[in-house]
């Protein structure tokens, strides 16, 4: 039971995420913070889409766990810990990217302050829906569609703000 918690984690997409994020200042170049968090496609079309798939691999092994979790803990506390921790692995993945891009291109400009912890707010709160669309496969057969809508709502989000932006 316990080296399944183990597996949870796909390595493979944690590797390839750490490797995206240390080659986002040569991919990005030597622009602000701003540009690169909130106009820079990279992060939007390839991280977080790498980030996405590995929520719902995570999702989809948790389902493997399903039936000896509700024995143990039972069920209210099983979708609890479930959903707080993809909610978690969210916002520790938002705050890294948050923290490293600040290492990466320095600190906010002050004319884009504003602009930037709106985006940033919103980001959250973004990421936290994604990952409860991805938590909603828990307990149901694996699904494309618990992947596509996070990655839609994920592109939506990055033109819309863009373009008003």
């Known amino acids: 039971m316990i080296r399944k ?4 984690l796909d390595y493979r997409l944690v590797v390839l995420l750490i490797g995206m994020l240390l080659a986002s200042p040569i991919l990005c170049g030597k622009n602000t913070y701003t540009i690169c968090l909130i106009y820079s496609h990279y992060l939007t079309v390839y991280m977080n889409n790498i980030f996405l798939l590995m929520t719902y691999q995570l999702a989809y092994r948790f389902n493997s ?5 509700l024995l143990r803990i039972g069920e209210k506390k099983y979708y609890q810990m479930t959903y707080f921790s993809l909610i978690l692995l969210g916002l520790l993945y938002t705050f890294m990217i948050y923290i ?8 906010i400009e002050i004319q ?29 057969k694996k699904n494309f569609l618990y992947l596509a809508l996070p990655i839609f709502i994920n ?11």
Do not use: D, K, R, W
């Open 5 to 8: 918690f183990y597996h949870l």
């Open 65 to 69: 766990l399903h039936a000896f979790m």
């Open 100 to 107: 490293s891009y600040y290492f990466f291109f320095g600190a």
């Open 112 to 140: 884009s302050l504003y602009i930037t912890v709106i985006y940033m707010l919103l980001n959250i709160i973004v990421v936290c829906i994604e990952n409860t669309i991805i938590y909603l496969q828990i307990g149901q």
């Open 155 to 165: 592109f939506l989000f990055h033109i819309l703000f863009s373009q008003l932006f």
